[in-house]
């Protein structure tokens, strides 16, 4: 007996979602990472399959079960996530929800380093990472519609305004991920949605419930883009 009919607003549609932290090794056995679950990411990327679309998700290393109906690619650092990234290309959208770490050690050791006895502590050279979502806002291939995050600590509509431009993207989602909020690594999430039309302040939902709403408003967008 057939439940009612899901509505599939998104079918035909392909989606790219990154999720989960990276990591950026410092050796063999170390590497530098963040607090991101993926939680957020995953649940944006069932909420999409659900709606009909192809979806292709490229996740950080992370410890939740794969979202039902989507490809899952698995990276572990930045590099490699915007190699997976680009291969996806092209999709009518993209969510960048991903942790990405803004820094990797720039020669990460080939062996495990050692405590030579002095008590002297190694220098970690660092280096800046890729901007994915920078990438893929002004790339030559650029999906009709960009969705990217902003993780912030404070000032967080006026950090996540100025990433709307500088990105490239068409939304930004700002989020403020000061610990007392329990949003990095949490199931709940307090988001702000930043476009050209202004700011719509969401309120505090489970972080599936704001991937739902997230994927109804990439439908109406992709409706009005025609
Ligand atoms: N992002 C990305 N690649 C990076 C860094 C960030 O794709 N190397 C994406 C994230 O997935 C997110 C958005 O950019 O969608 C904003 O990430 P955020 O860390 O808030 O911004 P940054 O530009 O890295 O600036 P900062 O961390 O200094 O606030
Ligand atoms: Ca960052």
Redesign the pocket.
């Known amino acids: 007996f057939a439940a009612a009919e899901t509505p599939r607003p998104l079918a035909g549609r392909r989606v790219l979602i990154?999720s989960g932290p990276t990591h950026e090794p410092i050796d063999p056995v170390r590497y530098i990472a963040n607090r991101s679950s993926g939680r957020q990411g995953h649940a944006i990327a069932a909420a999409a399959a659900r709606a009909g679309a192809e979806v292709v998700l490229v996740s950080g290393p992370v410890t939740i079960p794969d979202p039902a109906g989507v490809a899952v690619v698995r990276v572990e650092t930045?590099r490699e996530?915007?190699a997976a990234v680009e291969a996806a290309l092209p999709v009518d959208v993209a969510v960048?929800?991903?942790?990405?770490?803004?820094w990797r050690v720039a020669t990460a050791a080939d062996a495990k380093i050692k405590k030579d006895g002095s008590g002297a502590v190694p220098g970690l050279a660092l280096t800046?990472?890729?901007?994915?979502?920078?990438?893929?806002g002004h790339h030559v291939a650029r999906p009709r519609l960009v969705i990217?995050?902003?993780?912030?600590t404070n000032d967080v509509i006026a950090?996540g305004t100025a990433?709307l431009a500088?990105?490239g993207?068409d939304v930004?989602v700002a989020n403020d991920v000061s610990p007392a909020g329990g949003v990095m690594g949490g199931t709940r999430n307090t988001v702000h949605i930043l476009s050209a039309a202004g700011v719509e302040d969401w309120p505090t939902m489970d972080k599936d419930a704001v991937a739902e709403r997230l994927v109804a408003l990439i439908a109406a967008r992709l409706g009005d883009l025609g």
């Open positions: 990154t930045a996530m915007l960048m929800a991903a942790a990405v770490a803004d800046e990472n890729p901007d994915i979502l920078r990438t893929v990217g995050f902003a993780a912030e950090n990433k500088r990105k993207a930004i």
